[in-house]
Nanobody
Framework: QVQLVESGGGLVQAGDSLRLSCAAS????????VGWFRQAPGKEREFVAS????????NYADSVKGRFTISRDNTKNTVSLQMNSLKPEDTAVYYC?????????????????WGQGTQVTVSS
């Protein structure tokens, strides 16, 4: 089992930047994916970004493309999400997750390991 612990959330103003981190314990295989999801109150959990563990190839939701950057450090077993130009609609609990399988997927059910989440609030 992979255990994930997120950190770095907080309250910021629109236009600010924030960096989330996720520390993973346990082995992550090269063909697995690490991802970030978010869930706003009353809404379903939605895909934000993912990266292939082996080479860091990334995939983003259209809503964050150009503003967010996912990166992984497989020497330290960490995943980060750099969020720039934040908007009030980015307000949500952000979750780090691992997908134990081949191919890029954006559905939450395709990810098997989850962190506890970290709150990001963007004020207007």
């Amino acid at each position: 089992q992979v255990q994930l612990v997120e950190s770095g959330g907080g309250l910021v103003q629109a236009g600010d930047s924030l960096r989330l981190s996720c520390a993973a314990s346990g082995r992550i295989f090269s063909y697995w994916f690490v991802g970030w999801f978010r869930q706003a109150p009353g809404k379903e959990r939605e895909f934000v970004a993912s990266a292939l563990w082996s080479d860091g190839t990334t995939n983003y939701a259209d809503s964050v493309k150009g503003r967010f950057t996912i990166s992984r450090d497989n020497t330290k077993n960490t995943v980060s999400l750099q969020m720039n130009s934040l908007k009030p609609e980015d307000t949500a609990v952000y979750y780090c997750a691992v997908r134990r399988g081949l191919g890029v997927r954006t559905e939450a059910w395709a990810y098997t390991d989850w962190g506890q989440g970290t709150q990001v609030t963007v004020s207007s």
